[in-house]
């Protein structure tokens, strides 16, 4: 509904602007108007006082004083209409209709707009078939080659780092394994070394008769 204010007039009936914004906004509240409340059940009269036809607003009440009721009608144009009848759009050099939508601010803008693409289909059954529905921006498109961006980088970031892990440990358990085999080969040769001085220590203690025996591993 498009409503135009005479200036004139409002000032010669004695009406302020303040006072027809008021009477407007009273009578489209969209309120419940009262409840029947009983002892097992409460039910909530809930009726629709929006004003939607050009004779109910031009029969709107604005000014009641001394007896002198001052309608909308008589202070103002009321004509069925958009709210801006001097904005237009076109997309592919034809008229169109823009709808911008905008999330809230704990929402993902993702989930969002994917669950917008999944709506269209449906939306197209319900408007005339020579009606087209087109996506004329998807702000989506630059968060989307980020995400991407981001996962290939720790993809390639994990693969990178359990090479690096994989081949410099590699040396390290080869050098282990040929440590312990150095360590067993020393012992076995330390171990023959002493026996061997040690036997022949206590052979020429004991004289050429031998007596005395060995006690040694």
Known sequence: MRIRVNPVA???????L?????????????????????SDLAHTIGSNDQLRTVPEYKNLVVKSAS????????????????????SA?????????????????????????????EMLPELKRWIPA???ISVLSDRTTTIRASIRDMQWTLL????????VVFLFSA?????????????????????RDVGGRLFD???????ARGVGRFRGR
């Open 10 to 16: 409002v000032a010669s009936m004695g009406v302020s």
């Open 18 to 38: 303040e006072d027809v914004r008021n009477a407007i906004s009273n009578a489209n509240a969209a309120s419940a108007l009262g409840t029947f409340d009983g």
């Open 67 to 86: 007896g002198t009721v001052v309608r909308l009608g008589a202070i103002a144009d009321v004509e069925l209409g958009v709210r801006n009848s001097r």
């Open 89 to 117: 759009a076109w997309f592919n050099m034809q008229p169109s209709v823009l709808l911008v939508v905008t999330k809230q601010a704990d929402a993902n803008v993702i989930d969002t707009v994917d669950r917008i693409y």
């Open 130 to 132: 020579d009606v087209q």
């Open 156 to 163: 390639a970031t994990i693969v990178l780092v359990m090479m």
């Open 171 to 191: 040396p390290c358990r080869g050098n282990t394994r040929g440590w312990r085999h150095g360590a067993a080969r020393a012992g076995r040769h330390l171990r």
């Open 201 to 207: 220590r206590q052979h020429l203690a004991n004289g």
